[in-house]
């Protein structure tokens, strides 16, 4: 694609899945599984500077699966405050929580041993990367619906794949004058002509699949380029007691 000042891009976002519909657990399923909240976490290889702020999310996570009989796993690219937000808005009554992955982990129980209920350390093996937990007691087709249904085009962040090639083609830009030393510090070759900010010469922003740098993403953002979306997935579920992947 080549690109213009004043060029937008547009990405268009994949039709929503099916919606899962919900299924049917056997009254013995549905029973409260026992309860291991008695069980102490140990935070022995936490330094002491971040210690306490650690313990603080593991009794968030402790104090949400008292309120809540389902547990999500979510992963998310490109991560935008806005689109959390909408997230969060359309499920008020419910709880996200997200912060350092081990020690989240750690809250649920990473072996039978530490868990504080039945069957929750099968959720820590999904928490990597970019992970968060959803906390909820609404029925899980509605949850998948939800999460299936939220799809935001967006500038893309550094540290992700570029969706596609873009290019610059040489000629005048439309910024002021001004932005000549910071185009050029991004590494782009442009120059003043006559008071116009000018590309000397065709540029390649990047190239598809190609992780992008923190230059390239700046560029692309200027140049409103929406080469990024935000999709949150559900990557595994706990409801009361019963795990199942959903990858």
Not at 40 to 57: F, Y
Not at 125 to 132: F, I, K, T, V, Y
Not at 137 to 145: A, D, L, R, Y
Request: charged content about 25%; glycine content about 8%.
């Amino acid at each position: 694609a080549c690109l213009s000042a004043s060029a937008q891009f547009f990405s268009s976002g994949s039709p929503n899945s099916p919606v899962p519909q919900p299924s049917n657990l056997s009254s013995a399923a549905r029973k409260m599984p026992k309860s291991k909240r008695n069980k102490t976490v140990s935070l022995t290889k936490v330094k002491k500077s971040g210690r306490k702020g650690k313990e603080s999310l593991v009794e968030t996570v402790h104090e949400a699966l008292e309120k809540y009989d389902s547990v999500y796993v979510f992963s998310f690219s490109n991560m935008r405050t806005a689109a959390l937000k909408e997230l969060r808005m359309q499920l008020k009554d419910d709880r996200f929580i997200m912060g350092k992955q081990n020690v989240m982990a750690l809250a649920l129980g990473r072996t039978p041993e530490e868990e504080p209920k039945e069957n929750l350390h099968m959720l820590s093996q999904h928490l990597s990367g970019g992970s968060g937990l959803f906390l909820t007691g609404k029925p899980k087709g509605e949850v998948m619906g939800i999460f299936n249904g939220l799809h935001k085009d967006d500038y893309a962040t550094s540290g992700s794949a570029a969706k596609q090639d873009v290019h610059l083609q040489a000629g005048p830009l439309n910024f002021q004058h001004t932005m000549v030393d910071p185009l050029r510090k991004l590494g782009l070759p442009v120059m003043l002509k006559n008071g116009v900010v000018t590309l000397e010469k065709d540029f390649v922003v990047c190239k598809a699949g190609v992780t992008l740098t923190p230059e390239q993403a700046k560029i692309l953002k200027l140049f409103e380029a929406k080469l990024g979306d935000f999709k949150p997935t559900l990557k595994a579920v706990w409801i009361d007691g019963n795990y199942e992947e959903l990858e």
